[in-house]
């Protein structure tokens, strides 16, 4: 039996970018760069958004470089009988690579893993000791409960940091992968077009920097 939830509707009102261009303008909060931080605001003012707008089923919030094919999207969003039912965000095509290693004192980057975890729901705070996820780009949140929570800890933490780790430590995150997603400008690993024709109407290239989040309720 598949995981069905409520039914998509995409919200007319866009969220704008959040732009800092001095500590000064980060309104006290801390984070190693000023990219880390406006990213982490970007996406608690999604949250927020959603969670306002969100009158039942879940929430879905995708950053400006996501393609996805026509079709993925019906009326509701199946995912697969795999998924664990206590599952709280879904991270869709993420990618991974294992933790540096040190060999004869030099630190050595390990290569993203092209089909890590791509056949079944990889479980991201039981991995985390052995591998880096990186790739908050499409997410999924069950409900306005989990929206609620997910605010709440980010309100608490007092260094900000990179918004997929959080999503990947703090909470039951799984991460799927499908075939009809793809990145527009996501490293090297996920330049690769989308199998098949994408739907101009779902893609989310926009132009200029800064255009993260756009989101749109289960």
Known sequence: ?????????????????????SPDQA??????????LSIWKSHRKALAHGFDQLAEGGLIVLEDDIKIRKGFFGET???PASLPDDWEIILYNARFRKHSVVSNGVRQKQPWERNAFRSAPAYLPQIKKTYIC????????????????????????PQKYHIDSFYGHAFQTYALYSHSIGFVDF?????RPVSGALDAGHDRRESGAGSLPQQQSL
């Open 77 to 79: 969003l199946a995912l």
């Open 27 to 36: 309104g006290g909060e801390r984070a190693h760069s000023l990219n880390v």
């Open 187 to 191: 490293e090297s690993d996920n330049r």
């Open 1 to 21: 039996m598949q995981h069905v939830l409520a039914p998509c509707r995409w919200p007319a009102e866009r969220i704008s970018a959040v732009r800092l261009l």
């Open 134 to 157: 990186n790739g908050a780009h499409f997410c999924v949140f069950r409900d306005k409960a989990t929206i609620a929570r997910v605010i709440e800890t980010m309100d608490a933490v």
